[in-house]
């Protein structure tokens, strides 16, 4: 095992939560992009949130770790061309978010569970839209393939984990959406832009794995322009 894997293995077992959290739960304070919004004005969408799951693989290649993202398809109903993480609706026939997360996964880009070590969840997100995403933080063995599945997936790409854990990356934006000022991080990786909910996600990945640090260690120059 190189010093990478073993240092991300171990920040992992440290720093994320071992079971997923409660949906119910009244003391819950999810993140999301409404607690970014540097003037406080932001409004919390109500409950019922509709609940969403996410897997957040990571890849070991001999360049170094890998976060592996996906470009969604055109023509589709919600977030059409943008930049995500596989996943999606916690079906009721789902036993929890992780299943749900790797199940969304096959069938987005073929990613069999077989091939993943799921290591542990961090908070949920709050969308603006109101689905509370719970993010399921994993292992994918390097000998998967990743197939997308063209009705959902246009593109399948990596970027290094070392650019995604690097603070200085995350930018704030803003635009107006229904009437309101929405705040959300975002960052460029080469011609793609990473921005809103799975930017906020990897933001809170970087936060709880990696706060304190400068850098980590690999190359996070990879896509920058």
Known sequence: MSTLLADFLARAEAGLSPRPPEPDDPTSN?????SIDPDGAALIPPPPHRRAAVLVPVVHRPEGLALVLTQRATGLRDHSGQVALPGGKIDPSDPGPAEAALREAHEEIALAPAD????????????GTGFLVTPVIAFAAPRAPFRPNP???AEVFEVPLAFLMDRERY????REWQGRQRW????HFGERLIWGVTAGILNNLRERLY???AAVSGDSSAGTR
Do not use: I, K, N, W
Not at 117 to 126: F, K, N, T
């Open 30 to 34: 999810p993140r999301g992009d409404h």
């Open 116 to 127: 993943v070590r799921v290591l542990g969840y961090l908070d949920p997100y709050l969308s």
């Open 151 to 153: 009705t959902e997936v």
């Open 171 to 174: 930018f704030l934006r803003s």
């Open 184 to 187: 959300f991080y975002a960052m």
């Open 211 to 213: 706060a304190g640090d």
